[in-house]
C-alpha cells in the first residue's frame, strides 16, 4: 500500500492543467484563475492628485508660517485647473484634486484658517510633495501587474476595473462529473424503504466541486450491475476532466469499478492508500486525459478522500499557480488523540482560534467513517502520523482547513 505522499505525488503527475481560455466581465471575475499574465499602459495614480482636502501651495512658499497666501482657485476631484499657482498663490483643492500647475505639495486643511480669499498657513509641511500622490507613484506602464495563474478576487478585480480591463481572460472552469454507485442508494426525495441509503455523497461532492472552483455534473446513482455501470462511467469521462464516483471500490462482491476502468482503457495509478479513512481509493487515467476517482462509499471517506486527494488534483487541472497540495497549519491538540491503525488517520473537528493561537478540538461522537453527522458543523481535519500512534493533549497538531 503505497503513503499518502505517494498517493498525492502520483496523482499529481496525472494531471495535465486546462490550456482553453475563456472572458468574463468584472462582475463575474470572482474566484476564477487569471488566463495571462496582465500589464497596463496607464500609470497609476493617473495624474498628480491631493491625498487630502487642503491647499496646493509651492512648497519654498510655506517653509516660514504663520503666513500669508491668496487663493485663486477651487479643485474639486475631477476638475481639470485651469490656473497655475505662482508665487504667493493657493489653490482649495479636495481629495482626489487634480493637482494644478506650479503647486507641489498640499497643506491639510486642519493646519490652515481662511478668511475670504487669503489663507493663512498655521504649520509648515514636512518636506516637498507632502500628500501628493504622484502620477505612476504605485504603478508604471509595462511593469508586471497581475501574475498568469492568479485567483482573482476583490482587490485584483479592482486593479483590472482601474486599468479598464474590461473583458478578462481567465481559465476555464474543469468539469468534474459525480455518479454514485451502490443498490442500497436512493434520491433524497424518494421514499425511504427497509435496507436502503439516502444518496448524500451526490450532494456532498457536489458542493465540494463548486467550492473547488469547478463544474460539477451529476450523474445520479448507478447500481451495482457491470454493464450500467460501464455505460455510466463511459458517459462520464465523454464529459468530464475528472471523474468522481463513489461506493464500489472495496473487496466486497459487488465492487465493480476498478475491473471496469481496467476494460475501459485506463491505466490504474493507485489501488489503495495507507490511509484511514479512505483506504480502498482508486485512481485511474483514460487515454484521452480524464483522470478517474474511484472513491470509497462512506460519506466521511468520501469527503476526506475529496479534501485530501480531490482538491490537489483539481487545483493544479485549474490552471491555479502553486501549491496545489494542501497547506498544513500547525495547532495545539486539545485532547489526546491515538491511533491504532498503522495507516496515516485523519480525525475531524473544529480549529478555533484562541488567543491568536489554533486549537484544534474533536468532533464530539463517534470518528466512524460513516457518521457523517458529526462531521457536520467541523471546519478542519486533523494527522495523526503513521508510526506516531498518539499525540498527547497539548502537543501540537498538524491540520487541514475544510471549509
Ligand atoms: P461501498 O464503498 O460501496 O462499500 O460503501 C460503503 C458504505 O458507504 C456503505 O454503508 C454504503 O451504504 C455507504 N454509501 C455508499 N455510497 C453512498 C452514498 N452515495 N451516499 C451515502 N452513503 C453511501
Ligand atoms: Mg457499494
Known sequence: MISVNQAETIILDLIQPVTDTE???????????????????????YWDNSAMDGYAVRYEDVTNPPLNLTIVAEIPAGKVPQKTISQGEAARIYTGGMLPPGADTIIMQEYTQRQGDRLVILKAPKAPQAFVRKKGEYYQPGNPLLKEGITLSAAEIAVLATIQVI????????????????????????????????????????????????????LGIVPDNPEELRDKISQAIEVADIVLSTGGVSVGSYDYVEQILKE?????AISSVAVKPGKPLTVAKFPQGCVYFGIPGNPVSALVSCWRFVQPAIAKLSGKQQPWIPQWLAAENLQTLKSTSDRETYVWGRLNIHQGVYQFKLASGSQNSGNLINLAQTNAIAVIPRGNNTIVEGDKIMTLITK
Do not use: M, W
Open 23 to 45: 472572458t468574463v466581465d468584472l462582475h463575474n471575475a470572482v474566484t476564477r484563475i487569471l488566463a495571462t499574465a496582465i500589464k497596463s499602459d496607464l500609470d497609476f495614480p
Open 167 to 218: 473583458d478578462i481572460p481567465v481559465k476555464r472552469r474543469p468539469k468534474v462529473a459525480i455518479l454514485s454507485t451502490g443498490d442500497e442508494l436512493v434520491n433524497p426525495s424518494q421514499p425511504l424503504q427497509p435496507g436502503k441509503i439516502i444518496d448524500s455523497n451526490q450532494y456532498a461532492l457536489y458542493a465540494f466541486v463548486l467550492s473547488q472552483g469547478a463544474i460539477p455534473i451529476p
Open 264 to 268: 475501459l482503457g485506463a491505466k490504474i
